[in-house]
Nanobody, 125 residues
C-alpha cells in the first residue's frame, strides 16, 4: 500500500526558509516520481517540483527556480523540498504526490495516482 505523509509546513516571514518532508513508501514500481504541488486560495493547483527516484532528475516550476530545492533519500523513503527566500505568493497548502514514470516518445510522463495530505505554508509580509 502506497503511503505519503507530508510535513514541515508552518508560518514564516518573507525571506525565510522552510523544509517540507514527504515520507513515501509502498511502491511496487521501481521508477517512481515524487512531486510537490501547491494550491493557494482561489488559485488552481500548481506543480512546484518533482524528482525521479531512479536517476534523481528534477523539475522546477519557473516560479520557484533558484529558491526551492528538491532532494530524495531512497533508503529513508523521504523526499524533501527546501524552500528559501520565501515570498507571500508562496503561501499555499502543499501536497506531495507520487506516480509511476513512463517514457512516451522520449519524454518522461507521470500520472500522479497517490496523494498525501496537505501541509500549510504561510509567508507573512
Amino acid at each position: 500500500e502506497v503511503q505519503l505523509q507530508a510535513s514541515g509546513g508552518g508560518l514564516v516571514q518573507v525571506g525565510g526558509s522552510l523544509r517540507l518532508s514527504c515520507a513515501a513508501s509502498g511502491f511496487s514500481s521501481d521508477d517512481v516520481v515524487i512531486g510537490w504541488f501547491r494550491r493557494a486560495p482561489g488559485k488552481e493547483r500548481e506543480e512546484v517540483s518533482c524528482i525521479r527516484r531512479r536517476d534523481g532528475k528534477t523539475y522546477y516550476a519557473d516560479s520557484v527556480k533558484g529558491r526551492f530545492t528538491i532532494s530524495s533519500d531512497n533508503a529513508e523513503n523521504t523526499v524533501w523540498l527546501q524552500m528559501n527566500s520565501l515570498r507571500p505568493t508562496d503561501t499555499a497548502v502543499y501536497y506531495c504526490a507520487a506516480g509511476a514514470a513512463t517514457v512516451v516518445s522520449g519524454l518522461l510522463r507521470v500520472e500522479y495516482d497517490y496523494w498525501g495530505q496537505g501541509t500549510q505554508v504561510t509567508v507573512s509580509a
